[in-house]
């Protein structure tokens, strides 16, 4: 059939030659120059839009974590406490003060008044406690358990449901329309932070009621006190968000809509932000640093570093049970050199595990480990294993602004630890399995995972991660030691006296190293030129309502 | 993504001797590229681990991560500070050998199925041929997806998900020709001396199959990379160190420098085309070689 | 004719139950347990044990592949297990960005790939012909994703000529009736919107037509010259018929009848291509969503995906031979 085809070699290698020249003649890193009217496709100044990571996974506070779904909730919902922009150091919310018993037991908060929900629902003390109670208690009738709701961050940072003998919270009264108290059954000085995290935004009872269970999804109707109200949500492709005319906060917001773009991808959403199509993003991979200085039109934006990224070494596997082997791994790791690489300079590599924000609470004379392979590999001969040994190590199956490309990362850290002679295995699942199975006995033998932190305070650090409930992904580690010291700090309300404790406990974990940290990241963002007014937080929670777009 | 033209159960011309085939396969300037290639590509696969720059396996600089091509690195270096070329090179052995093995299996197991099911027909036949109607009811790629994530990532999944696709168009293909040739006089003789059906079916029904057999396989390689590289694409590939095209492709898409360093796609994606090519042009000049039908 | 098509649409009946058999088995054989990943990392064995029995996993598997099968009839698939979105809604919403993509990329791969055909086989040989049909081979080789990155590598961030991902502007307003964009914005007259949608789909209906393209040519081609070849054809040229004519009148309906078949066939292929596709332009169809809920452990959308795009592949089938049926009076409808 194809005998007469003479001119096919020619023209086939011709078009072949042709793709591959076009393609290595476009320089990726030609700047470009400053657009003059910022390219039209965004809309004009009246309309905000966002490049988001994904598709929320629900509008309903309380019930769930990811930071897309979190950073919707933080437009639509006011929290009783909010963070001054920037930092996370507490400022007046829905709550305009609010102050502990003597016994540090029993919290009040004076609200709001004349605050209303974008439905005309009034926000008092009573919409306050159906909100509290949804999430703590297994009975409310508008926590829909039936339906599979569980609201795990609950139990995740107030210990438990009503009911249950870990739940922190004993009880939650309406004093009057406007004061409400929480009984708590131990002092728990981080409360208000915890209960101001972008977890807990106040949600309009009557909206509840009226979607059931179904309320928070996408074509239910989701309604706050927050500066914007819920317009359309369109899976896939994007949600709108418009001016809440009536909010609390005099002259915001100050922009007519957002729009939130779901691009998945942190190379097509830098391509969207260069065509001008979105006024800005989060979570930008360190590599495209230089790819985004080199645009006019663009600026970086950091977000202030408040997370870690770390490896786990699972003690209930041999040869990481002796502590001497763990801590062999943990010099073998080059981390101050794989951190300079792959985080383009916009990561910290220290002793520490909580980031460099809480250093009130650690002690700067603590050294770091040192990176010596030599050394190592004579820790492992004496601890038994001259030959080294297999070792699984799991790395994450996508980015994460701790981790932002963790599988070159780990094939980073294989390479140094097959220099001392341990052999490492990589390997991965999808993303769900990968958090799930690390709770499921034995665990992951050697894992990658990070953390950042929900409010700021070292309790959501240190506790979750070394404290009692908080070791099940390492094998269900126990020190006595760090257990006291952290269930000490909890009960002390004296920041002075808590800073010691805490700054015990980091040694204690620096010294087993079941989660040797790696990196404290400045996650990477990134704004068109013409937008002001944006203040990343560390708790990756900003409002958009002091957004301005010229 | 399938062949170009579909295989049609031609009856070959038994007499023709092997030269004679040979003869007319090299007149076709398609095949003879084809040919050329292939064995270009097979001889970079076997000499990968002899000949390339770098071992994929250790060699890294995080210093010279993602550099642009230079003359120590012709191709540039990726997201770990890997030497390009040796990453594309030894990336050539490993779709390779994906495609071989799965190919292989969609082979073995469609064609007993196959001759199973026009051999004996009845039951047999309604069996076969429902399960061939339902897996060709799904998209290729979706059928191989489901099977990886069955399986788990990993090399042996991919090669397990790309055979399972390859199953169907084999089982239709072989059962065709057995149709057509047990009512040919030969069989029917055979079978009239009789012969067992084992003994029918593997010495003379077999033989007398194969020629289109081969072609599909060929062609099937074509299509077996093309599935393979898009499995790893997904995330579902081979997993690290091991350097497989597709895995590339998506590394330098999911971590965010595909368009800021386009040399870290550009050769996977030409590699797996030129790959695929060299399949397509090979299977077509032996389908056009063996089929006279096809000599217009 | 009408016995013709009900003995086709009851010949489906098996492999329908077949696919659906299958879907159900493959998700048994997923590892991880659904409950566990309903209710998250933190759940108690209780809790876990509780859902079971709620979701009826502790059931013998074939009373559960018959609720699962009595739920599929009655279009009831679940809801997804992240964001708890009806899956019936959710495909309500993405299978008109799926299938406007997917009609588009046909639409590029016939207007194209027709006509390539037809001047390739009419100037057999010549520099068309060549240029055609080596392109044509290359675009079967290449794989689609790639190309799509190059497309928006070249189009959208070198050149800026097109939007790199997404189906609509943000600056542009347009209500969605129909959830086909490009009908939408006719019937709202609104043209900005119209050319917005028009830009925003060519790069991903490029990438995924590219196949389509590549067999519609080589297909027409090898179609008009059997034709061509034909004695009618002859007799036409002999009779002293315009060329023009003889291929316009004569040659081309004849030729026209394969490449209905393909282009059926090929609409499977373009639904395969979607899944990597829509991944890398950010799609909102079903390609991307089924991708999404495979990393997720979503299995209710993962189920309902999959088995709602091969039902859609067989009806499209089954279309196609009965159209293949009415439009050639040789085949008996029996």
């Known amino acids: ?550 | 993504m399938e062949s170009l033209e579909p295989v049609a159960p031609f009856s070959v011309a038994r007499e023709s001797s092997f030269k004679k085939l040979q003869k007319q396969f090299l007149r076709s300037i398609s095949a003879r590229i084809g040919l050329i290639l292939t064995v270009v590509i097979v001889l970079l696969a076997i000499l990968a681990p002899i000949l390339r720059p770098f071992d994929p396996a250790t060699a890294r600089d995080f210093a010279a991560r993602l550099s642009p091509p230079s003359w120590e690195h012709w191709l540039g270096t990726d997201g770990l500070g890997r030497d390009m070329l040796s990453l594309v090179w030894y990336g050539i052995r490993i779709s390779l050998l994906i495609s071989l093995v799965s190919v292989g299996l969609g082979l073995i197991i469609g064609t007993l199925l196959g001759l199973v099911a026009g051999y004996f027909r009845g039951w047999w036949e309604t069996v076969i041929s429902w399960l061939t109607d339902i897996l060709l009811a799904f998209p290729s790629i979706l059928l191989a997806i489901a099977v990886a994530t069955v399986m788990g990532a990993g090399l042996r999944s991919v090669m397990l998900a790309v055979g399972v696709v390859q199953i169907p168009i084999f089982i239709r293909l072989t059962r065709s020709m057995v149709l057509s040739l047990r009512e040919q006089g030969f069989i029917q003789t055979v079978r009239a001396f009789g012969a067992k059906p084992g003994r029918i079916i593997f010495l003379h029904i077999l033989p007398a199959s194969l020629a289109p057999l081969v072609v599909q396989a060929t062609l099937s390689i074509g299509t077996a990379t093309l599935e393979a590289a898009g499995l790893g694409f997904l995330g579902l590939g081979a997993k690290p160190p091991t350097p497989e095209l597709g895995t590339m492709l998506s590394d330098a898409f999911t971590n965010g420098y595909a368009l800021s360093a386009p040399w870290t796609i550009l050769m996977p994606g030409l590699m797996i085309t030129l790959i695929v090519l060299a399949f397509n042009l090979l299977g077509d000049g032996l389908r056009d070689s063996l089929d006279p039908r096809a000599n217009r | 004719m009408l016995r013709y098509i009900a003995r086709r649409l009851l010949d489906l009946l098996p492999v329908l139950l077949g696919i659906s058999l299958l879907v159900f088995l493959f998700l048994q054989l997923i590892p991880g347990n659904p409950a566990v990943v309903l209710l998250g990392p933190r759940a108690t064995p209780d809790q876990i044990a509780a859902l079971q029995e709620q979701l009826g996993l502790n059931r013998p598997l074939p009373l559960q592949y018959l609720s699962f099968l009595g739920k599929l009839i009655r279009f009831d698939l679940g809801r997804s297990i992240i964001s708890g979105i009806p899956i019936t809604q959710e495909l309500a919403t993405r299978w008109p960005a799926t299938f406007e993509l997917s009609v588009a990329a046909m639409l590029f791969a016939l207007i194209l790939g027709v006509p390539a055909g037809i001047l390739a086989a009419v100037k057999k040989n010549g520099w068309i012909d060549n240029l055609a049909m080596s392109s044509s081979l290359l675009g079967v080789s290449m794989p689609v994703y790639w190309l799509g990155l190059l497309l928006v590598y070249l189009f959208a961030v070198h050149l800026r000529w097109l939007p790199p991902s997404g189906r609509l502007g943000v600056g542009v307003s347009l209500q969605p009736i129909t959830g086909f964009y490009i009908l939408d914005s006719l019937l709202q007259l609104n043209f900005p919107a119209f050319l917005d949608v028009i830009a925003h789909l060519l790069l991903p209906a490029i990438t995924v037509g590219t196949i389509p393209l590549a067999i519609i040519a080589r297909i027409t081609r090898s179609a008009m010259l059997e034709v061509l070849s034909q004695d009618y054809i002859r007799t036409a040229r002999a009779k002293g018929l315009l060329e023009r004519w003889v291929i316009s009148k004569h040659a081309l309906k004849n030729a026209l009848l394969p490449v209905v078949t393909i282009i059926g066939l090929q609409f499977g292929t373009l639904l395969g291509g979607a899944i990597l596709t829509e991944t890398i332009f950010s799609w909102p169809g079903i390609g991307a969503w089924i991708y999404e809920g495979i990393l997720a452990r979503d299995y209710p959308v993962v189920q309902g995906g999959v088995v709602f795009v091969a039902i859609v592949f067989v009806l499209i089938n089954l279309l196609v031979d009965v159209s293949y049926a009415f439009l050639d009076p040789r085949i008996q409808y029996k």
Not at chain 1, 110 to 125: C, E, I, M
């Open chain 1, 1 to 550: 059939m194809l005998r007469r085809l003479k001119r096919w070699q020619a023209v086939l290698f011709i078009f072949a030659a042709a793709i591959t020249v076009t393609l290595s003649n476009c320089a990726p890193q030609s700047s470009t120059a400053p657009t003059t009217n910022g390219s039209a496709a965004a809309g004009d100044a009246s309309t905000l839009v966002f490049g988001s990571g994904g598709d929320p996974a629900n509008l309903e506070p309380g019930n769930v974590e990811d930071s897309n779904s979190i950073y919707v909730q933080q437009q639509i919902y006011d929290r009783l406490v909010e963070y001054k922009p920037g930092s996370t150091e507490l400022e007046p919310g829905l709550a305009t003060e609010w102050s502990a018993s003597e016994d540090g037991r029993t919290w009040t908060f004076k609200l709001r008044q004349g605050v209303k929900f974008h439905d005309g629902t009034p926000f008092n003390a009573e919409a306050v406690k159906v909100n509290v109670e949804r999430w703590w208690d297994p009975k409310s009738k508008l926590g829909f358990r039936d339906a599979g709701k569980t609201y795990a961050i609950w139990e995740g940072l107030f210990g438990g449901y009503k009911g249950s003998a870990e739940s922190i919270l004993q009880a939650v009264n309406v004093v009057d329309d406007s004061t409400i108290e929480f009984v708590l059954k131990e002092p728990f000085a981080a409360f208000p932070a915890a209960i101001g995290s972008g977890y807990f935004g106040i949600a309009s009872p009557t909206a509840i009621e009226k979607a059931g269970a179904d309320y928070g999804i996408a074509g239910s109707q989701a309604v706050g006190t927050g500066p914007y109200k819920f317009v359309e949500w369109r899976t896939g492709d994007r949600l709108l968000l418009e001016k809440n005319p009536d909010y609390w906060q005099a002259g915001l917001p100050k922009t007519e809509k957002v729009v939130f773009r779901f691009i998945k991808e942190p190379s097509a959403r830098l391509a969207e932000l260069r065509s001008g199509s979105i006024d800005f993003t989060v979570d930008i991979a360190p590599d495209q640093l230089k790819e985004l200085q080199s645009d006019q039109n663009l600026k970086e934006v950091r977000r202030p570093p408040f997370n870690v990224g770390y490896l786990a070494l699972n003690p209930s596997y041999e040869p990481l049970a002796k502590k001497e082997v763990r801590q062999a791994i943990a010099m073998s790791l080059n981390r101050k050199a794989i951190v300079d690489s792959f985080w383009s300079g916009l990561a910290t590599s220290n002793s520490f595990f909580m980031p460099e924000s809480l250093k009130q609470y650690q002690d700067s004379s603590q050294a770091d480990y040192e990176y010596n392979p030599e050394k190592a590999k004579k820790m492992l001969a004496d601890a038994g294993y001259p030959d080294g040994f297999d070792l699984e190590m799991w790395y994450m199956p996508v980015s994460r602004p701790y981790f932002p490309t963790p599988k070159p990362i780990a094939e980073a850290f294989a390479a140094d630890l097959g220099a001392v002679g341990i052999r490492v295995k990589l390997n991965t699942k999808d993303w769900a399995a990968y958090l799930n199975d690390r709770f499921k006995k034995p665990g992951y033998q050697a894992f990658m995972m990070g953390w950042t932190g929900d409010y700021g305070d070292p309790d959501n650090f240190l506790y979750y991660h070394f404290g009692p409930g908080g070791t099940k992904d390492i094998g269900d580690w126990k020190n006595a030691q760090a257990f006291k010291l952290l269930d000490q700090a909890r009960q002390e309300s004296d920041d002075t006296k808590r800073a010691p404790l805490y700054s015990q406990v980091e040694k204690i974990a620096f010294d087993e190293a079941v989660r040797v940290p790696i990196v404290h990241s400045e996650p990477l963002l990134a704004q068109r030129t013409n937008i002001s007014g944006w203040v990343p937080s560390p708790l990756a929670n900003e409002t958009f309502a002091t957004i301005e777009k010229q």
